[in-house]
C-alpha cells in the first residue's frame, strides 16, 4: 500500500498547491475489468544539431521514449498536456519506463492512473540523459554538447510537430529524479516560457554543500584519476562508493567546468592539492557555483514567480547527504524571493521510493496544473 508522505509547505499560495496534490493522492489499483482501452509507449530516435561534434563522441541521435495515453488514436483532434521526465545519474531511459525503478513501467503506471481518474490524460517524454560519462546533467558544455538545448530547442520543437501537443509553457511541465531532478529546476527557472511547472524528485547538485564539498575523500581521488585514461574511469562494475563518487565529480566537471584543451577528461576540477590540503581553484570553483540553483535562484526571481508550480522533495534518509541540506536551501532562497513552493520530505533514501512518489505525487502535481486543449 502507497503511503502518505509528510509534507512541509512553503511560500503564499503553496498552500493550494499542496492541498490540490495531496487530493490526488491514491492507493494504485490494477486496471478495470471493463477492458479500459491502453496507452502506447513509442520509442523513436532524432537528432539533435546540439549534440553534434561533442568531444565525448556522443551520438547525436538520441532515443527517446514517447507515452500517449489512451483516446490519441481514438480522439484525432484532441490535444493534450506534456510532461517531460528525466532520469538519474548512471541510468537511462529505462529506469523510467522498463523494469526500472521499483520496477517501474511508465505506461501501466499512467494506464492505471488514468483509469483510475486521478490522472488526467497527459503525454510523457522521456529522453535520454546518459554520455560517456555516465551523466550529461542535461548542461550545455564545450566538451559534452549542448544538452540544454537538446531538449528546449531540438526535442520540445519535434515532439510539438509530430504529436498533438498543446504547444504552450502552460501545457508543458518538467520533472526528474537526482540528476534529473538538478535539470528541471535549471530549466524551469531560466525557461519558463517553455515549461511552466516544475517537480524536483530528489534533486543533486543544488549547491556545493555537506558531501560535495572538500570533506569528501573521492576528490583526492578525482585529482588522481586525472592522469587516466577516461574510458578506463567511467563505468567500473562493481563500483565502490568512492569510485561512484568520482565518476560523479568528473561527469560534473565536463559538464560544469569544462576545459576542451585539457586531456584526457577535458574538464577542471573545482579543488587542488595545495601541499596536502585540498583548495578552492579557479576558474573551475566560480564556473561550479554559476551553475547551482542555491546561487543563482536570486538572478532569476521573476522568472520563478512565473512559474505554474514548483515542487522540491528529498528523502530524509537521502545517502547522498549535501541533497536534503541544498533543498532547504533552495527553499529558504524561494521563499525570500516570493516565489510559491512546496518543499515535501518523506521518510527514504535517496532511491527507494521513486515510483512510488511519480505515481501518488508527481504525476498528480502536473495533472492539476497542465492546461489541457479544451484551457
Known amino acids: 500500500m502507497l503511503k502518505r508522505k509528510r509534507a512541509i509547505v512553503v511560500g503564499t499560495a503553496a498552500n493550494i498547491l499542496f492541498c490540490v496534490a495531496s487530493l490526488a493522492f491514491l492507493n494504485a489499483q490494477a486496471l478495470p475489468a471493463n477492458g479500459t482501452r491502453p496507452g502506447t509507449l513509442e520509442n523513436l530516435q532524432i537528432h539533435s544539431q546540439a549534440l553534434e561534434n561533442n568531444k565525448l563522441g556522443d551520438s547525436a541521435d538520441q532515443v527517446v521514449a514517447v507515452y500517449l495515453p489512451p483516446t490519441y488514436k481514438t480522439s484525432p483532434t484532441k490535444r493534450y498536456p506534456t510532461l517531460y521526465l528525466l532520469h538519474g545519474f548512471d541510468s537511462n531511459i529505462r529506469s523510467w519506463t522498463s523494469h526500472g525503478y521499483q520496477d517501474m513501467n511508465l505506461q501501466d503506471s499512467m494506464d492505471t492512473l488514468i483509469a483510475a481518474g486521478t490522472v488526467r490524460e497527459m503525454i510523457v517524454v522521456v529522453p535520454n540523459g546518459r554520455n560517456a560519462y555516465l551523466g550529461s546533467f542535461y548542461t ?39 540528476m534529473g531532478g538538478y535539470a528541471a529546476i535549471m530549466m524551469g527557472m531560466k525557461h519558463p516560457q517553455v515549461f511552466s511547472a516544475v517537480y524536483a524528485m530528489s534533486p543533486c547538485c543544488l549547491g556545493m554543500e555537506a558531501d560535495l564539498t572538500s570533506i569528501n575523500p573521492a576528490w583526492r581521488a578525482a ?19 568512492e569510485q561512484f563518487w568520482v565518476d560523479v565529480f568528473l561527469s560534473l566537471a565536463a559538464a560544469l567546468s569544462p576545459n576542451p584543451d585539457q586531456g584526457p577528461f577535458f574538464a577542471d576540477l573545482p579543488y587542488r592539492d595545495q601541499n596536502g590540503n585540498l583548495v578552492q581553484d579557479e576558474p573551475a570553483w566560480t564556473e561550479w557555483h554559476e551553475k547551482m540553483p542555491v546561487e543563482i535562484a536570486a538572478n532569476y526571481g521573476t522568472n520563478l514567480l512565473q512559474l505554474r508550480g514548483l515542487f522540491i522533495e528529498y528523502g530524509l534518509e537521502d545517502d547522498f547527504t549535501h541533497i536534503p541540506v ?10 525570500r524571493l516570493g516565489v510559491p513552493h512546496i518543499l515535501a520530505s518523506y521518510r527514504g533514501d535517496h532511491s527507494d521510493h521513486i515510483r512510488e512518489r511519480l505515481e501518488t505525487s508527481a504525476l498528480p502535481f502536473f495533472s492539476q496544473l497542465l492546461v489541457g486543449g479544451e484551457r
Open 140 to 178: 550545455n558544455s564545450s566538451v559534452t554538447g549542448k544538452w540544454e538545448d537538446y531538449i528546449l530547442r531540438d526535442l520540445v520543437s519535434y515532439v510539438d510537430s509530430h504529436y498533438r501537443t498543446v504547444p504552450r509553457a502552460e501545457s508543458r511541465g518538467i520533472a526528474g529524479h537526482s
Open 326 to 335: 541544498t533543498a532547504r536551501l533552495l527553499s529558504e532562497k524561494l521563499d
Open 223 to 241: 585529482l588522481a584519476a586525472k592522469n587516466k585514461n577516461a574510458k578506463d574511469q567511467f563505468g567500473s562494475d562493481p563500483q565502490s562508493l
